[in-house]
C-alpha cells in the first residue's frame, strides 16, 4: 500500500511561532506537494518539489517555505506563523512521468495536518 | 487562466443518484479526475476518463464528460451514507503534471 504520512493530525501553535510540517512518503516517488485546504476554496497549491532539493512556489507560497532534503521527505515551514494559517494542510506525492496521464500521475494524500494559530 | 468549478453542497436522499457537476476551462486536459475525501481523511482517487471518452462506467460510478462543453459529472447510482464525503474534480492540463482543482461538493446523505 502506498502510504503518505503527515507527523501530526492536529496541531496548536502560538502566533509567531516557527512552524514544521512533515511528510514522509514510501513509494519512491518524486513530485511532493503541499495543499492547503479551506472551506470553499478547495486545494490551493503552496510549493511543489519535483526532485530533491527543488522546488517551485505553487498558487500561495507567501508566508511558507519548504525543504526537500530526501526523496522521501517534504518538509513545510511556516516562518513565523499568523492566525490566517489556521488551516487544513494536505501533503501529496506521486510518479514524475512529465508528458505521461491519467492514472500514473495519481496523487496520493496523507491524511492532513489540521494547524491551528492562537 | 486554468479554472475548475462546481458547486459546494449537494443533499440527496439515501438511496436516490446523486450527479455532481464540474465545469473547466483547459480544453488540452487529457485526463479528467474525481477525488473522495471522507471526513478527517485525506483525498483518494474514485475515478478518472480520458478526454477522448464521453462515458466511463464502473459498478455505482457513471462519469460523463462533454468536452464540447467542457463539462464533466459523476453519477453515484443508489446513493448510501458511505458515500458522504466531499468529491473534488481535477484536471491534468497538457502544459504540465500539475493537477488544477476544484473546490469540492460536500455530499450530504439525508435518511
Known amino acids: 500500500d502506498v502510504k503518505v504520512t503527515q507527523s501530526s493530525r492536529y496541531l496548536v501553535k502560538r502566533t509567531g511561532e516557527k512552524v514544521f510540517l512533515e511528510c514522509v512518503q514510501d513509494m519512491d516517488h518524486e513530485n511532493m506537494f503541499w495543499y492547503r485546504q479551506d472551506p470553499g476554496l478547495g486545494l490551493r497549491l503552496i510549493y511543489f518539489s519535483y526532485d530533491v532539493k527543488m522546488k517551485e512556489k505553487g498558487d500561495i507560497p507567501e508566508g511558507y517555505s519548504v525543504s526537500r532534503e530526501k526523496k522521501e521527505r517534504f518538509s513545510l515551514i511556516l516562518e513565523s506563523a499568523s492566525t490566517n494559517q489556521t488551516s487544513m494542510y494536505l501533503c501529496?506525492?506521486?510518479?514524475?512521468?512529465?508528458?505521461?496521464?491519467?492514472?500514473?500521475?495519481?496523487?496520493?494524500f496523507g491524511q492532513g495536518t489540521r494547524l491551528t494559530v492562537v | 487562466g486554468e479554472d475548475v468549478e462546481q458547486s459546494l453542497f449537494l443533499s440527496v436522499r439515501e438511496g436516490d443518484s446523486s450527479v455532481i457537476n464540474c465545469t473547466y476551462t483547459?480544453?488540452?486536459?487529457?485526463?479528467l479526475y474525481w477525488y473522495k475525501q471522507e471526513p478527517g481523511a485525506g483525498l483518494q482517487l474514485l475515478t478518472y476518463?480520458?478526454?477522448n471518452m464521453d462515458m466511463k462506467q464502473d459498478q455505482r460510478l457513471t462519469v460523463l464528460l462533454n468536452k464540447k462543453d467542457k463539462h464533466l459529472s459523476l453519477r453515484i447510482a443508489d446513493t448510501q451514507t458511505g458515500d458522504s464525503a466531499i468529491y473534488f474534480c481535477?484536471?491534468?492540463?497538457?502544459?504540465?503534471?500539475?493537477?488544477?482543482w476544484g473546490a469540492g461538493t460536500k455530499l450530504i446523505i439525508k435518511p
Open positions: 481535477a484536471e491534468n492540463p497538457d502544459s504540465n503534471y500539475q493537477l488544477i
Open positions: 483547459d480544453s488540452s486536459s487529457t485526463y
Open positions: 501529496a506525492s506521486s510518479f514524475n512521468l512529465q508528458g505521461a496521464r491519467g492514472i500514473n500521475t495519481e496523487a496520493f
Open positions: 476518463i480520458f478526454s
